[in-house]
């Protein structure tokens, strides 16, 4: 008869041996599958005498038992292991220092329009963008700015139809929200305008803002306050603003808006050339005629136009000398700009 104890002993050192996965499977088809070892001591029984078979099932079953208990405790102690391996391996050290994901920031562009834009909304302006391709009616002629006009030399213009151009301003946007809207009117047209145009502080491509207001009684005097808060908010608190006349087709009177200079507070120096004033923008009130074309009543209502070049006010605040490093996109450039 088949001695339970040599089987039992050879199991057993031979699972000692196993060290992997892939030895532990051969072992488990070896003794424990269908065919293997222990599975087929169950067929001994027919050699064994009848009154013996009782206790020969027994012993067999207490071997497989046994054996399927070794296998399981095996598998169990060689998952802990691996499992163990992988904790070791996984290791984070946290004192080591992070490494760091570059995070971007808002190009200077960007964050002057919203800057120039939050101040406005503060008086109660809205935001209105109009299109930048443009027909002539709406960038030239209801702007006051008529056919065959000196005026319009102004604006260098890239044409594309004989009709229709890339706009060579945000002022168009005042006739669309004429159009669309009547007074009270108090808007802000943020937008890319188009010349062709190009050198240190010009570029074929720049960004305008553009205000207009209508309502009853506006004059002068109002555009100067909303103007006066605007440069206190962007330049400094001491900044002020000075008018000088000026001519656009689509304003009269016409000003040009000289703020105070805030880097020697009007003593004179090479920011502002000698001079005390830096000029900043554009405006005025707008001409009857404008309002007229846009079918609103120009002896009930008044309204002030201005425009500002957005690049313009970003190169004075920061010190640029030349536009072209607004759209170059040199990553060490507008880091600098970082909040
Ligand atoms: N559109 C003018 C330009 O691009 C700027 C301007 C001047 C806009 C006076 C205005 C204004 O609204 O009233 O040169």
Known sequence: MVNMDTIK???????????D???????????????????KLMGGIKSVPKEEKKAYGQAVNDVKNWAQARYEEKKAEMDRQAMMARYEQETIDVTLPASSVAAGNLHPLTSMKYEMINVFAGMG??????PEIEDD????????VLKDHPSRDMQDTFWLTEDLLLRTHTSPGQIRVMDAKKPPI?????????????????????????????????TLGDLQGMLDQFVKAIFSDEAKTR?????FPFTEPSVEVDVSCFKCGGKGCSLCKGTGWIEVLGGGIVNNKVLENCG?????YSGLAFGIGIERIAMLKYGINHMGKLF???IEFLKQFKA
């Open 9 to 19: 002993s050879e199991y057993q050192a031979e699972l000692a041996l196993v060290t």
């Open 296 to 300: 609103i009543d120009s002896f009930r």
């Open 21 to 39: 996965a892939k030895q532990l499977g051969e072992f488990w088809t070896k003794y424990l599958s269908k065919s293997g070892q222990i599975q």
């Open 137 to 144: 009616d709406h960038n030239f002629t209801r702007l006051n």
């Open 125 to 130: 302006f809205e935001i209105f963008e109009g």
């Open 186 to 218: 108090k808007v802000l047209v943020p937008g890319k305008v188009f010349r062709s145009d190009s050198d240190a502080t010009h570029s074929p491509m720049f960004t305008q803002m553009e205000g207009l207001v209508v309502d009853d009684h506006i």
């Open 243 to 247: 008018l000088r006349p000026s001519y």
């Open 328 to 330: 170059e996109n040199d």
